[in-house]
């Protein structure tokens, strides 16, 4: 009689578990449906065209690693590639520094910190937008509001977005400015470092800087880690800032000619799909090889508690 009931319990279990498989397969199921259907689909499909020659209008004719050869001798691209080499480079430490400085700032205990938080990690917000790459023209353009503060100290300014020299620069500047993303991350990991370590180093004489060298950095080194390749994979596919300052074009004389803008023109300005899915591939395998490099280096500059 025991064992029936035995064999009756195990079969009962063994229903309510395949009911609970599938009330998680039905609540996972639009999950699903956006990565085979919207993530894993189109880049199936990108990447079967990067293999052909296709023009929007007519079906794909397959023309094997034509696309990829191109490549080679596109004098274009290989502009694009130095401007977003350049931007990279240059604005993703900037960004981290000041970030990171900020952060420390206010972890002194700053009065309303609160405020000042959301007032500094507002830009990470909207400096992405439309509206604010047109603000940023203006304010760089001949007659805006950097030309107007040199004036007073008699300066004659420049159009910082019209001179092929400083266009870039532009954008670098926007990019630091949006610095409220890591920041706020920053602080978060500064939050988390135990008092006891500055305490102890204070017994034993450790100065400020000292104890920043000796405690912080090395105890925030999986944060800025963190940061910095979220920053740099963000960087790369920075578009409409590029966009909408150089009015699409990638000027003046393509200094501003980032990846992701050269890509958009030759898959919708000039209806080369094909050159453009291989383009859109080969941003995918650099950030992947970049990323790859963050990850072999941080064994000798990341260190965590265990």
Do not use: C
């Not at 064992?3 to 639009?30: D, V």
């Amino acid at each position: 009689m025991s064992s029936i009931n035995e064999l009756r319990r195990l079969r009962g279990s063994q229903r309510g578990a395949r009911q609970q498989n599938k009330a998680a397969f039905f609540f996972l199921l639009p999950w699903f449906v956006g990565l085979f259907g919207i993530t894993l689909g189109p880049m199936l499909a990108s990447l079967y065209l990067s293999f052909t020659k296709y023009n929007l209008l007519q079906p794909p004719q397959f023309s094997g690693l034509d696309n990829w050869t191109r490549m080679l001798h596109d004098e274009r691209l290989h502009q694009s590639l130095q401007v977003t080499f350049t931007y990279v480079l240059v604005s993703v430490p900037l960004q981290l520094a000041l970030a990171l400085g900020l952060a420390l700032l206010m972890d002194k205990g700053v009065r309303g910190l609160a405020f000042y938080r959301s007032v500094f990690y507002l830009p990470s917000l909207i400096g992405g937008s439309v509206a604010i790459a047109v603000l940023w023209r203006t304010v760089f353009g001949t007659s805006g509001l950097v030309n107007k503060g040199l004036g007073l100290f008699g300066i004659h300014g420049q159009g910082w977005v019209s001179e092929p020299g400083t266009a870039l620069s532009t954008l670098i500047v926007l990019n630091v400015w949006t610095f409220g993303a890591p920041m706020v991350i920053f602080l978060a990991g500064l939050r988390q470092i135990p008092t006891s370590l500055y305490e102890a180093a204070s017994v034993d004489g450790a100065k400020r800087w000292r104890q920043f060298r000796s405690i912080t950095i090395p105890m925030l080194t999986p944060i800025i880690f963190f940061n910095l390749v979220l920053q740099i994979i963000h960087a790369f596919q920075t578009f409409t800032q590029a966009f909408v300052v150089s009015g699409g074009t990638g000027g003046p004389a393509d200094s501003t000619l980032f990846y992701s803008l050269y890509l958009y023109q030759r898959g919708f300005g000039h209806f080369d799909m094909g050159y453009a899915s291989a383009l859109a591939w080969l941003l995918l395998l650099i950030v992947a090889v970049f990323t790859a490099i963050n990850f072999w280096a941080s064994k000798y500059w990341v260190f965590y508690d265990d």
